[in-house]
């Protein structure tokens, strides 16, 4: 603010500008930073994973890898096939999702449109207390507890199986669904709602023809978010599930899925470059291209949504 004679100019001062100038350029290249360095690590992942990838697949036939139901790459008599970690974590996934999804969308549900501002803070806090328990204690809790529980009603269930840590895999994961598909129907317009009991719906008929499809897109997120959290676990499989690769899809058996496979074998004593501990970098891969194909889905079935209403 520049003084000339009597009278006070509101005109900035060129300095000022400048300063002004020099921060907003500096912002931008600080935000550019932050957005370039998550694109950075996740190329870098991608990166070691096909790099390490490739080195395996020159000696091991991608159809082996695809095909064969067996996997024993650390014996003497190695095979390479990835179906029976893949059938497991994909079973014990969709348990979990068979858990966390419903209920999570009905206490969403609850929260958003019955639940007063006094349950939703007791509950709200329960929510991330879960989200808060390391993942090591649900793997205890899955094998020491449920699935004890689970013997009594089903007899001759292994100690080993993937029936309990899917059921408790479905309870560490309702947070996230719960939360985030929550946020999704909070923020549709409270017009919507009044347009609906206008029109005689009820309280349950508006969330399940309005609120859900309006925050479909938030729903699907949540759902995404579970599916790839459950694909994704590694302690509570590696303690409750087993470490024997098994082509199974009884939940009642025990098997190894791919995150407790690469645990097993980061533990042990390969040496570095070595066909078994490239395995790692393979299974590695199929799972970040499973949790890939999940974010696809859901975008496209979001694209499809916003076609249809």
Known sequence: MAVTGERVSLQPSEAFLRRRRLVDRGVRWLLFAAASLSVFVTAAIV???VSESVVFFANV???EFLTSTSWTPLFTNANYGIWPLLTATMVVAGI?????????????VYLSEYADSRVREVIKPFLELLEGVPTVVYGYFALLFVTPLLQTFIPGLSGFNMLAPGLVMGVMILPYVTSVSEDAMRAVPNELREGAYGLGFTRWQTARKVVIPGAFSGITAAYILGMSRAVGETMVVAIAAGQNPKFTLDPTEGA???????????????PHGSIGYQTIFAAGLTLFVITLSFNVLGFYLRRRFREVY
């Open 61 to 63: 036939s991608i159809v």
């Open 47 to 49: 990166y070691i994973l």
């Open 256 to 270: 190894a899925t791919i995150t407790a496979y690469i645990v097993q074998v980061s533990l042990g004593d390969l």
């Open 96 to 108: 979990a999702l068979l858990v966390a999804i419903p209920a999570g969308t009905l206490l969403a």
